[in-house]
């Protein structure tokens, strides 16, 4: 009973932690964007969003889903440092191979289209986060349930981010350096926190054989997929937007969505906090009830949300970007559902070993995603709120799909869960 407590209590405060890192992860943006865009315009704004959005398929392909094997295998072999070494030095062989590749097919493809050849340092300047997504080792941290560490981290890099932001961008011409900052802020906290993992957590490279290195790739590669399609789901509007309206009309979209990101973070927190011990205890009464608890909490989130939308888009944007509110409104069931299928995803089908379901539940959605909107871009038609109703029956298929499986597999019971058995 005792040992279950303490598990319990070190969910809860992992929780803590991760929820103190992604509130910042979205404060900062917000606190940063009435400057931005009262300083180096809404379209500028957008142009950035639109390059972020170009960047974060790449940053699928340097992941690779390989962070979801690595704190698997780290959660699995935590005393283990020998075990720990070899994680650590195949997943930055890995990712730095990946990052190589992506590198020079990024530039390739700025230079052949028309619409971002000129503003090609942009894009590399929005790289960046992937070169800090590879020396960060959130994976490792997530693994051991040390989310402290995660959290000092990443929160130093938005608060310096923010500090550089307010120093040195003073006019329109500056958009450039906003992400270059982001960039160079993560690469900096995240080289401290791979400095500090080898210090403290006393691991060493163990140099890996090439069967170990291409096993743990094939691993990853169903994870790929799923994640490849999330990020799809999640950037394709935008990409599309930005490819057949405008900046405007992306950065009215982008700023619509980070209140939607913002209002995913109890799912987004909870699951990583849940994840590890749900894949070590398989308790499917405890996780049955954090299940419900957060629908509760985002279903009240919402409703004051629905309300105070106006008001959060005209501070945020400085009055410049009014629609965004009515698109807010339209991401409302996308959040709810989203919740849902968050963390019915990884925190439950993969931590009870049921990865299939998880990484199918989100291709039909994805498929039906990218014939809509390209249909949309073939056209030269669509609204922004047309790609939002999309969004939402898009989550409603992958949430649906998960909620099935969980049933099915007896991770969770809708009727009765104070029944479950672990």
Same mark, same amino acid.
């Given at each position: 009973?005792?040992?279950?407590?303490?598990?319990?209590?070190?969910?809860?405060?992992?929780?803590?932690?991760?929820?103190?890192?992604?509130?910042?992860?979205?404060?900062?943006?917000?606190?940063?964007?009435?400057?931005?865009?009262?300083?180096?315009?809404?379209?500028?704004?957008?142009?950035?969003?639109?390059?972020?959005?170009?960047?974060?398929?790449?940053?699928?392909?340097?992941?690779?889903?390989?962070?979801?094997?690595?704190?698997?295998?780290?959660?699995?072999?935590?005393?283990?440092?020998?075990?720990?070494?070899?994680?650590?030095?195949?997943?930055?062989?890995?990712?730095?191979?990946?990052?190589?590749?992506?590198?020079?097919?990024?530039?390739?493809?700025?230079?052949?289209?028309?619409?971002?050849?000129?503003?090609?340092?942009?894009?590399?300047?929005?790289?960046?986060?992937?070169?800090?997504?590879?020396?960060?080792?959130?994976?490792?941290?997530?693994?051991?349930? @040390?989310? +402290?560490?995660?959290? /000092?981290?990443?929160?130093?890099?938005? =608060?310096?981010? *923010?500090?550089?932001?307010?120093? &040195?961008?003073?006019?329109?011409?500056?958009?450039?350096?906003?992400?270059?900052?982001?960039?160079?802020?993560?690469?900096?906290?995240?080289?401290?926190?791979?400095?500090?993992?080898?210090?403290?957590?006393?691991?060493?490279?163990?140099?890996?054989?090439?069967?170990?290195?291409?096993?743990?790739?094939?691993?990853?590669?169903?994870?790929?997929?799923?994640?490849?399609?999330?990020?799809?789901?999640?950037?394709?509007?935008?990409?599309?937007?930005?490819?057949?309206?405008?900046?405007?009309?992306?950065?009215?979209?982008?700023?619509?969505?980070?209140?939607?990101?913002?209002?995913?973070?109890?799912?987004?927190?909870?699951?990583?906090?849940?994840?590890?011990?749900?894949?070590?205890?398989?308790?499917?009464?405890?996780?049955? @009830?954090? +299940?419900?608890?957060? /629908?509760?909490?985002?279903?009240?989130? =919402?409703?004051? *949300?629905?309300?105070?939308?106006? &008001?959060?888009?005209?501070?945020?944007?400085?009055?410049?970007?009014?629609?965004?509110?009515?698109?807010?409104?339209?991401?409302?069931?996308?959040?709810?559902?989203?919740?849902?299928?968050?963390?019915?995803?990884?925190?439950?089908?993969?931590?009870?070993?049921?990865?299939?379901?998880?990484?199918?539940?989100?291709?039909?959605?994805?498929?039906?995603?990218?014939?809509?909107?390209?249909?949309?871009?073939?056209?030269?038609?669509?609204?922004?709120?047309?790609?939002?109703?999309?969004?939402?029956?898009?989550?409603?298929?992958?949430?649906?799909?998960?909620?099935?499986?969980?049933?099915?597999?007896?991770?969770?019971?809708?009727?009765?869960?104070?029944?479950?058995?672990?």
């Amino acid at each position: 009973m005792s040992g279950n407590l303490e598990s319990h209590k070190r969910v809860a405060k992992n929780t803590i932690y991760l929820t103190i890192m992604e509130g910042v992860e979205i404060a900062i943006p917000f606190l940063a964007l009435p400057y931005i865009i009262k300083t180096v315009t809404a379209d500028n704004y957008g142009k950035i969003a639109f390059a972020q959005s170009i960047v974060a398929y790449f940053g699928v392909v340097v992941d690779f889903g390989l962070s979801i094997v690595a704190a698997k295998e780290v959660a699995s072999h935590r005393d283990d440092r020998t075990e720990l070494g070899r994680i650590f030095s195949t997943m930055l062989i890995i990712k730095f191979t990946l990052l190589s590749v992506c590198l020079l097919s990024l530039n390739l493809l700025v230079c052949a289209w028309s619409k971002t050849r000129a503003d090609i340092l942009l894009y590399n300047y929005c790289f960046g986060v992937c070169l800090a997504d590879v020396v960060f080792m959130k994976w490792l941290y997530q693994g051991i349930e @040390k989310m +402290f560490v995660i959290t /000092l981290i990443r929160s130093s890099s938005l =608060l310096i981010y *923010l500090g550089l932001l307010f120093t &040195f961008v003073k006019g329109v011409d500056d958009y450039r350096r906003i992400p270059l900052m982001q960039s160079g802020c993560m690469v900096f906290t995240s080289l401290v926190g791979l400095f500090l993992m080898v210090k403290h957590e006393k691991i060493r490279p163990v140099m890996p054989e090439f069967a170990y290195i291409r096993a743990f790739f094939r691993k990853s590669v169903s994870f790929f997929f799923s994640r490849a399609s999330l990020t799809v789901n999640s950037k394709i509007a935008t990409t599309v937007i930005g490819a057949t309206l405008g900046d405007h009309e992306v950065a009215a979209y982008d700023l619509a969505q980070k209140i939607a990101r913002a209002a995913l973070l109890p799912a987004s927190m909870v699951g990583q906090a849940a994840y590890p011990f749900n894949a070590r205890q398989k308790d499917a009464r405890f996780a049955t @009830k954090v +299940f419900f608890g957060l /629908l509760l909490l985002v279903g009240v989130m =919402l409703a004051a *949300l629905f309300f105070m939308a106006p &008001f959060c888009v005209r501070i945020l944007s400085h009055g410049k970007l009014p629609e965004s509110a009515y698109l807010v409104r339209m991401l409302i069931p996308y959040i709810f559902i989203g919740s849902m299928s968050v963390y019915l995803g990884a925190p439950m089908l993969v931590a009870w070993g049921h990865s299939k379901p998880f990484n199918h539940s989100v291709f039909w959605a994805t498929a039906i995603l990218v014939l809509t909107y390209g249909i949309f871009y073939m056209l030269k038609t669509g609204t922004p709120g047309y790609y939002c109703l999309v969004l939402c029956l898009g989550e409603l298929g992958v949430a649906s799909y998960r909620l099935y499986h969980c049933i099915k597999y007896k991770i969770i019971q809708i009727h009765d869960p104070d029944k479950l058995n672990s």
